[in-house]
């Protein structure tokens, strides 16, 4: 089912001759009936899906509208805030509409606030009505954790790595050994050092 009718940003509906505001005007108001609805009825959110529409809400995916239903109620969004700070719109090829919002969302009475960061593709049915194609919600810390996860893990390993190729090996009793790369080397020129006192040894042959 698709979104209700949209409605000019004063809340007066927009006449059959009205020509529609710009994507992010039409943004604003999409977000404002979403959020609305979610808040007061999460269980009829879904209505604003299609059987083709995508939804993701971080790690949670599902795909057409009785399975986005059964992903927002088992997001339990019944004591959920939102506060909205940007809303930013563009149209998109055949009069659909892409947004971008970012906000803060309380998942319940005992969560802090957590920054999100929200694409949503609007699709248009008709002419004054427009269905969600894709909605993907990141709450932004989760993200960047992960980042900051990764960068920690690598600076580990490269400092173990680096580590390795200078530290010496565990003593056996009481002895430091070489590293494997240091006893081929040293043994190289333990080697030359043989060949060139052997030569050194032996009587020169004439040449006649």
Same mark, same amino acid.
């Given at each position: 089912?698709?979104?209700?009718?949209?409605?000019?940003?004063?809340?007066?509906?927009?006449?059959?001759?009205?020509?529609?505001?710009?994507?992010?005007?039409?943004?604003?108001?999409?977000?404002?009936?979403?959020?609305?609805?979610?808040?007061?009825?999460?269980?009829?959110?879904?209505? +604003?899906?299609?059987? !083709?529409?995508?939804?993701?809400?971080?790690?949670?995916? /599902?795909?057409? %509208? &009785?399975?986005?239903?059964?992903?927002i109620d088992s997001l339990g969004f019944d004591?959920?805030?939102?506060r909205i700070h940007t809303i930013k719109g563009?149209?998109?090829?055949?009069?659909?509409?892409?947004?971008?919002?970012?906000?803060?969302?309380?998942?319940?009475?005992?969560?802090?606030?957590?920054?999100?960061?929200?694409?949503?593709?609007?699709?248009?049915?008709?002419?004054?009505?427009?269905?969600?194609?894709?909605?993907?919600?990141?709450?932004?810390?989760?993200? +960047?954790?992960?980042? !900051?996860?990764?960068?920690?893990?690598?600076?580990?390993? /490269?400092?173990? %790595? &680096?580590?390795?190729?200078?530290?010496?090996?565990?003593?056996?009793?009481?002895?430091?050994s070489s590293s494997p790369v240091a006893e081929?080397?040293?043994?190289?020129?333990?080697?030359?050092?043989?060949?060139?006192?052997?030569?050194?040894?032996?009587?020169?042959?004439?040449?006649?």
């Open positions: 089912m698709a979104m209700d009718m949209i409605t000019g940003v004063n809340g007066a509906p927009l006449s059959p001759d009205t020509t529609l505001p710009c994507a992010t005007e039409i943004g604003r108001e999409f977000v404002r009936q979403y959020y609305t609805l979610l808040s007061e009825r999460p269980q009829d959110v879904h209505r +604003f899906y299609s059987h !083709e529409s995508v939804f993701i809400h971080g790690e949670l995916e /599902a795909v057409g %509208q &009785q399975n986005i239903e059964r992903a004591e959920c805030k939102v563009s149209h998109t090829h055949g009069q659909g509409i892409a947004l971008q919002v970012c906000g803060e969302m309380q998942e319940n009475e005992r969560c802090e606030p957590r920054c999100f960061i929200q694409t949503i593709v609007l699709c248009q049915q008709t002419p004054k009505k427009f269905f969600v194609q894709n909605n993907i919600f990141q709450f932004s810390n989760s993200c +960047f954790n992960v980042l !900051e996860k990764e960068k920690s893990v690598s600076a580990v390993v /490269a400092k173990l %790595q &680096q580590s390795s190729t200078i530290m010496p090996t565990p003593s056996v009793n009481g002895h430091v081929k080397a040293a043994k190289a020129k333990s080697d030359n050092h043989y060949l060139k006192k052997e030569r050194e040894s032996k009587p020169a042959k004439a040449v006649i």
